[in-house]
């Protein structure tokens, strides 16, 4: 019997895929296929985006693994459908970026949400009796209003942590810190727009980054194949996958779930009612 032959990985380029909410499951992954592509030697790495974003500290330390890589390894990455917000932070960790012309990014920015509860807890009689050690261990508590202190203080967390948005990718794309910041507003815009900000190094597909990584690390971009690191899919998430209806429903718990995780939290995010881009 003559088995097929296997490309070694030092002639294959790894792909890497990033998609919904960046999370701390979404962190561990992805740190798991980064070591993976070190130990195996790839020479490149194609990293598909189609993320809005996710958690602050999840972003940074995937940023910061890709940045320890790319000192032995080409790194291009390919914005989907969407790659805002954390998925920008993430983006720049690479050496390239190229987008779809149509692909919704930016929203570079910095959101913190908590839910009050308070008039509601009236009209059903519920109140709670909290005894704490300092006047703001209850910060964004949901039975009642921010105060103006606790305001402030929330308001300098949100801006240090915006700072370090901004920083990273000025310098991530070489672009002077003041131009991040004219358009490091929250607002999104196309693969278009990017390239002519300077977020983005091409406009293309998928196949597009991939042919750019080969010629990176020295391959032919005709031969060299591309090898997808994941993990294995749990059995409900491979069920909800058979049809589109059911894929939705699975997305919809996984999003409840990445909402309910992250109340509280600071987070680099783009979170419109449905950021499927659509002609």
Known sequence: MIWPFKPRPSKQIARLEITGAIGSETRKSVLK???TVKEKKYPALLLRIDSPGGTVADSQ???QALQQLRKNVKIVASFG??????????????????????????SIGVILRGNNLEKLLDKVGISFKVIKSGPYKDILS?????????HTILQEMIDVSYQ?????????????????????????FTGQQALELGVVDRLGTEEDARRWAAELAGLNPDQAQCHTIEEPKPLWSRLLSRNHSQSSVGEAIDWVK??????????????????????
């Open 142 to 150: 949901f039975d009642r209003e921010l105060t103006s202190e606790e």
């Open 81 to 106: 459908n969407i790659s805002a917000s954390g998925g920008v932070y993430i983006g720049v960790g690479a050496e390239h970026i190229v987008a779809n012309p149509g692909t919704i990014t930016g």
């Open 164 to 188: 370090q948005f901004v920083t990273t990718v000025a310098e991530g794309r070489n672009l002077p810190l003041e131009k991040v910041k004219s358009f490091a507003d929250g607002r999104i």
């Open 258 to 279: 990445f909402e309910l995780a992250t109340n509280g939290q600071l987070l680099w995010l783009y979170q419109p009612s449905s950021y499927k881009n659509n002609f």
């Open 33 to 35: 296929g980064l070591k």
């Open 61 to 63: 330390e995937i940023y």
